[in-house]
């Protein structure tokens, strides 16, 4: 299979808080790239952040950084000082080259 | 272009009708997505094309279903004998083709099937 489950479908946080969002992940491959994608209201969808299965250190952007498990297949968003703007469906991805296989996502609400 | 460009943004049509939705990459993208979104679902992956290869299709949910694209430029998603089923969100992505990279979104076709 090659499934992408996103287990919280709302979150909420308030303003300036650290929230994570978690995404587990099937795959039989070694080598693939993990990432979270940012839909607004406008929904055009947005890259977070990238994670390539064969580096063990996890990637950071800024406020965003995530926690990789390879061997449990878990990949989870940590927004640190969240804003408003922060408001969105977050999506968990992971694929190749071409197709990527996404997850239901969350919908993070921050609120002041 | 300086993004990805999808038209039309909203598109009504009755059961059983044709439809044809347009996608402009990024100029000098080779790879070019389509993925359909359901109300409350995650992407579901339609087609991919890079360069002159021949596309993956391995997503078209039928036969109904059908996308073109001319060289590195437009592409266009056609849904023949619609039904309601079909009514969702589809969304258009470009790159630059290689392994692992971003991709750049259009902002979507609502299609509603009546």
């Known amino acids: 299979a090659q499934t992408v489950t996103q287990s919280q479908p709302e979150m909420s946080v308030q303003e300036a808080e650290t929230v994570t969002l978690s995404c587990t992940y099937d795959?039989?491959?070694?080598?693939?790239?993990l990432f979270w994608y940012k839909q607004p209201p406008s929904r055009q969808m947005i890259l977070v952040i990238r994670q390539e299965a064969y580096k063990q250190q996890n990637a950071t952007e800024n406020r965003f950084s995530v926690n990789f498990q390879k061997a449990a297949k878990s990949f989870s968003l940590k927004i640190s000082d969240s804003q408003l703007g922060d408001t969105a469906m977050y999506f968990c991805?992971?694929?190749?080259?071409?197709?990527?296989?996404f997850g239901r996502g969350t919908q993070l609400t921050v609120w002041p | 272009g300086a993004g990805v460009s999808q038209s039309p943004s909203n598109k009504v049509t009755e059961k059983g009708k044709d439809v044809e939705l347009r996608c402009d990459p990024i100029?000098?993208?080779?790879?070019l997505y389509w993925y359909r979104q359901r109300l409350g679902q995650g992407l579901e992956f339609l087609i991919y094309f890079q360069g002159n290869s021949a596309p993956d299709k391995s997503g078209l949910p039928s036969d109904r279903f059908s996308a073109e694209r001319t060289g590195e430029s437009v592409s266009t998603l056609t849904i023949q004998r619609t039904q309601q089923e079909d009514s969702a969100v589809y969304l258009c992505a470009s790159s630059r083709g290689q392994e692992g990279e971003k991709l750049f979104f259009g902002s979507g076709t609502q299609l509603s099937v009546l």
């Open positions: 795959t039989s491959e070694n080598n693939y790239y």
């Open positions: 100029s000098g993208h080779t790879a």
């Open positions: 991805a992971r694929g190749t080259l071409g197709r990527l296989y």
